[in-house]
Nanobody, 113 residues
Framework: QVQLVESGGGLVQAGGSLRLSCAAS????????MGWYRQAPGRQRELVAV??????NYADAVKGRFTISRDNAKNTVSLQMNSLKPEDTAVYYC????????WGQGTQVIVSS
């Protein structure tokens, strides 16, 4: 069983930065994808970024602004978010895939204009 706990959300002005972190309990291997999704009010949950071994994929909307990183020894995955825009406002969920999907409880990010 894996549990994911996010931290680092909050309120920031447009153009600012936030860093999200996710700590996973249980053993997760480098080949297990981990990453971040987000869900804005009235919208479907969407992929933000995912990392598996050395492969990284970003949503087009965040390329060049967000950076995902992973520490396999500590079972953590982080998301550095720069140049934030109001449209980045959403609940951000940590994600891991190990035979099935695992999700964190979500952390709110609000970007004011």
């Amino acid at each position: 069983q894996v549990q994911l706990v996010e931290s680092g959300g909050g309120l920031v002005q447009a153009g600012g930065s936030l860093r999200l972190s996710c700590a996973a309990s249980g053993r997760i291997f480098s080949f297990n994808p981990m990453g971040w999704y987000r869900q804005a009010p009235g919208r479907q949950r969407e992929l933000v970024a995912v990392i598996s071994r050395g492969d990284i994929n970003y949503a087009d909307a965040v390329k060049g602004r967000f950076t995902i990183s992973r520490d396999n020894a500590k079972n953590t995955v982080s998301l550095q978010m720069n140049s934030l825009k109001p449209e980045d406002t959403a609940v951000y969920y940590c994600y891991a895939l190990m035979l099935r999907d695992y999700w964190g409880q979500g952390t709110q990010v609000i970007v004011s204009s």
